[in-house]
Nanobody
Framework: QVQVVESGGGLVQPGGSLRLSCAAS????????MGWYRRTPGKQRELVAD???????NYADSVKGRFTISRDNAKNTVFLQMNSLKPEDTAVYYC?????????WGQGTLVAVSE
């Protein structure tokens, strides 16, 4: 009923930029907080950033000042602008969409930061 699809991942050089997009579609009454998580092998999934319906944002310390999360409520879409990328940002990034009844997750998009 609800689909969450990420896009925009890829290979980028250190110091470069990438913009991730996540669109929620299907049937749901409303969407609350939307966020981005990431996972690397051997590590727990970690919150990168999230954003409320009123555009209040929250960032992991490791990305603060470099990443910017935003959303378009009319399009049920959340974005993650990633600047000054570092090799340690390499991960699979997952979009999380909260609804009144459940959380929906995307399948992930790979971000690889390397020369």
């Amino acid at each position: 009923q609800v689909q969450v699809v990420e896009s925009g991942g890829g290979l980028v050089q250190p110091g470069g930029s990438l913009r991730l997009s996540c669109a929620a579609s299907g049937y749901f009454f409303s969407i609350g907080i939307m966020g981005w998580y990431r996972r690397t092998p051997g590590k727990q999934r970690e919150l990168v950033a999230d954003i409320t319906t009123s555009d209040r944002t929250n960032y992991a310390d490791s990305v603060k000042g470099r990443f910017t999360i935003s959303r378009d409520n009319a399009k049920n879409t959340v974005f993650l602008q990633m600047n000054s990328l570092k090799p340690e940002d390499t991960a699979v990034y997952y979009c999380n969409v909260k609804t009144p009844r459940f959380d929906a997750w995307g399948q992930g998009t790979l971000v690889a930061v390397s020369e």
